[in-house]
């Protein structure tokens, strides 16, 4: 089976910018969650969501949001980009019925 | 709220030596999983190991094992005959029975010194 994919791999944007990233989950899993990863804070939860639903939402400003569609491939988007939003973003993918997560690359978001 | 914290960020080995990285979480919850993931340098993220809270043995994969002390809150993972590939980035993770949002450490830097 593929693994989980990201696209795009990196991406830079400026202040005042929106973006968006997408992840594709492996095939058969319907639960798709996101990170922020960032050298200082580690990774820190954003959102999950399982059969297009948002499920879990972890402390961040609405300016990040996030969907799923039908075929289980996520997208996120953050809007207003700040400086402090530069940061690696992680997709993860779960099967049903399992507690594991699967990480995708990443996609390496520079802000300037 | 719970929390993971890794108080080493950074630890170093010795090739073919065994090196303990440490982890500490808090949680009010009986039921849990615990897990230790591996971030290579510009490389995927991948699990080492997964620990289920109600099991009292401790988990081992081949040259990783780790020490869970439930009444402790503690979760240290072992690598044994350390390998140059084991260089890396290791973060804790926790992950509550219910839901499915996983709660990471800040991660502690592997170096292997041949």
């Known amino acids: 089976k593929a693994g989980v994919t990201q696209t795009p791999r990196y991406l830079i944007k400026t202040r005042g910018q929106q973006v968006t990233l997408s992840c594709s989950p492996i095939?058969?899993?319907?639960?798709v969650s996101w990170y922020q990863q960032t050298p200082g804070q580690g990774l820190q939860f954003l959102f999950e969501?399982?059969?297009?639903?948002?499920?879990n939402k972890g402390n961040f400003p609405g300016r990040f949001s996030g969907r799923q569609f039908s075929n289980s491939r996520s997208e996120m988007n953050v809007s207003t980009l700040e400086l402090g939003d530069s940061a690696l973003y992680l997709c993860?993918?779960?099967?049903?019925?399992?507690?594991?997560?699967?990480f995708g690359p990443g996609t390496r978001l520079t802000v300037t | 709220a719970q929390t993971v914290t890794q108080s080493q960020p950074e630890m170093s080995v010795q090739e073919a030596e065994t090196v303990t990285l440490s982890c500490t979480y808090d949680t009010s919850e009986s039921d849990y999983y615990l897990f230790w993931y591996k971030q290579p340098p510009s490389r995927q993220m991948i699990l080492v190991i997964r620990?289920?809270?109600?099991?009292?043995q401790n988990a081992t994969e081949n040259r990783f094992s780790v020490n869970f002390q439930k009444a402790a809150k503690s979760f240290s993972l072992k690598i044994s005959d350390s390998q140059l590939g084991d260089a890396a980035m290791y973060f804790c993770?926790?992950?509550?029975?219910?839901?499915?949002?996983?709660?990471f450490g800040t991660g502690t830097s592997l170096t292997v010194i041949p």
């Open positions: 095939s058969g899993h319907r639960s």
């Open positions: 993860a993918s779960s099967p049903d019925y399992s507690y594991e997560q699967y």
């Open positions: 969501y399982f059969s297009e639903t948002q499920r």
């Open positions: 620990q289920e809270a109600y099991k009292q």
């Open positions: 993770a926790y992950r509550m029975n219910t839901g499915n949002q996983f709660y």
